[in-house]
């Protein structure tokens, strides 16, 4: 593709951060974007309909005949324009590739259904590495850039989070050891770190439900509004995925830091922050859950 034109392919576009994405690069101007948003239900993507550069396909990403069928018919679409873009070779080249679709999933690690948690790996890592996989000749062409949208909770040991946490851990790792086997093919990889977002994201974990086992149950209401992290600062989604685009166009690499916080959250992970602030605050969160709560509180401060 030219240099005043460029290809993006996002995942998960029905809501949140993946349709601020869509109307983000889609409104960008130099360069000029062709935007294929895709996601598992196309009736949700009629909400772009006014905008005549971004192109809709179905996309499941835990399905590889889905992904298959997708990348296909991206491919057919950008082989059929490249040469209005300006590509006189027509050489099928997908320069960005955004790993947006992803889930979430809260739960004390004593109730984890494992086949609830698979169904979060399948979506947040294999989904990843599934439509990479696909579009890597695309992206090898153009010399293009697979970008995934990570989370600060892939660093952070947080009550109820850990099938989240360890699947977006998974999925960095996954990225960052993808940077070095594609540095060589000209392929570049960019980790989105992101902090507390505006979206729907949370909201949907609002109906987390404990089991009837559960050794949490007397404290199933805190244990909900934990899921949604209320009072936590948010960053609204716009400005947000602003950046995100700023920092794809511009060829970031590695891992980058955004959201409400970013520059606090990096600075715990990096270990510049005194190591009892970083343990001791989700140590306080979930004695917070527990206080006032007898027996529990009673035994987790060693009075039961
Ligand atoms: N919001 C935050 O504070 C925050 C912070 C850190 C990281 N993130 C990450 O940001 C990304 C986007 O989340 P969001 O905040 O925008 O939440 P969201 O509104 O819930 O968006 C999630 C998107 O992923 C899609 N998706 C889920 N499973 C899929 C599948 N199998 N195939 C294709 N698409 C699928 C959803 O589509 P459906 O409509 O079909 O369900 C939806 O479009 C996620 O990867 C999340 O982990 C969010």
Redesign the pocket.
Known sequence: MSPTHKTVLI????????ASLVRTFASHINPKTTVYAT???LS?LKQFADLPNVHCFA????STVSVQACVEAVEKHILSTSKEHGNENGSGGLDYVIN?????YDMPVLDIDIEEAKKVYE?NVW?VLRVVQGVSGMLVKAHGTVVV?G?AFAWMSWPFKAVYSTS?ASTTLLAETLRLELAPLGVNVLTIA????A????G?LADSKLPPTSLYREIETQFRSSAVMSGTELMATDKYTAQVVEDVLGGKKGIVWR?ASAFAARLAVAGWLPQWVVVSTPFFFICFLFLGYGTFGGLLLGKG
């Open positions: 995942t998960g576009c029905s809501t949140g951060i993946g996601a598992r239900n949700s996309l499941d990403v835990t947006n679709a992803g889930m979430g979506t989904g949208v989370t977006k992101t902090t507390g977002i979206s729907n994201f949370l949907k959201g």
